[in-house]
């Protein structure tokens, strides 16, 4: 009987050390609203239809992970919707990240091959990890808000998109893992 007990309770022990060590890569204070920010391009002319959709979300802070080459980093994904007739171009080297105090992040790290071209009809996603500038944490920046820039082609004329972004300070329920947070 005792041996089943040390049996059980040794079986507990290691699902409890494993449950510990299966953190989120997140440092889950740093959760930003809107999500997804909506930006439409607009065009001068009678077409109200916006030819250019993008979803914009901060998903958070990221722990580095030298495993995936990923720096500590603001995590941002950005989801392009061409709702037009003509082809659009997005060069993710024009994203750009700066805080509320007009404090700028490295360039992001963005795993796609060069610009993105996108037929009419067509949708893509992209996840930029934005490091910050060296020598610098999350807690030494001020991140209360945060405004995510970048540019698109549409018809070769360069049209520049924004979105801010604030601080999240109350609770409310993550839909995407389940876990509530404040």
Same mark, same amino acid.
């Given at each position: ?36 920010? #909506? =930006?439409?391009?607009? @065009?001068?002319?009678? $077409?109200? /239809?916006?030819?250019? !959709?993008?979803?914009?979300?901060? *998903? ?13 980093? #603001? =995590?941002?994904?950005? @989801?392009?919707?061409? $709702?037009? /007739?003509?082809?659009? !171009?997005?060069?993710?080297?024009? *994203? ?13 790290? #963005? ?72």
């Amino acid at each position: 009987m005792a041996r089943r007990w040390m049996w059980a309770a040794g079986l507990l022990g290691t699902l409890g050390v494993g449950a510990g060590c299966a953190q989120s890569n997140y440092e889950s204070s740093y959760r930003y609203f809107p999500q997804p920010a #909506v =930006v439409d391009v607009v @065009r001068r002319d009678s $077409n109200r /239809q916006a030819p250019l !959709t993008v979803l914009a979300s901060v *998903l958070g802070v990221r722990r580095a992970d030298a495993k995936q080459d990923i720096p500590a980093s #603001v =995590v941002v994904r950005l @989801r392009f919707e061409n $709702n037009g /007739q003509s082809g659009v !171009t997005f060069d993710p080297r024009s *994203l750009e990240l700066v805080t509320g105090s007009l404090r700028a992040f490295d360039p992001p790290v #963005v795993r796609t091959a060069g610009p993105l071209e996108l037929a009419p009809s067509a949708r893509r996603e992209v996840t930029a990890y934005f490091p910050f500038p060296p020598h610098t944490t999350a807690a030494q920046m001020n991140m209360r808000n945060l405004r995510l820039r970048w540019e698109v082609r549409i018809e070769g004329v360069v049209v520049p998109q924004s979105a801010v972004f604030d601080r999240t300070s109350g609770g409310y329920y993550d839909e995407y893992d389940g876990d509530p947070y404040y």
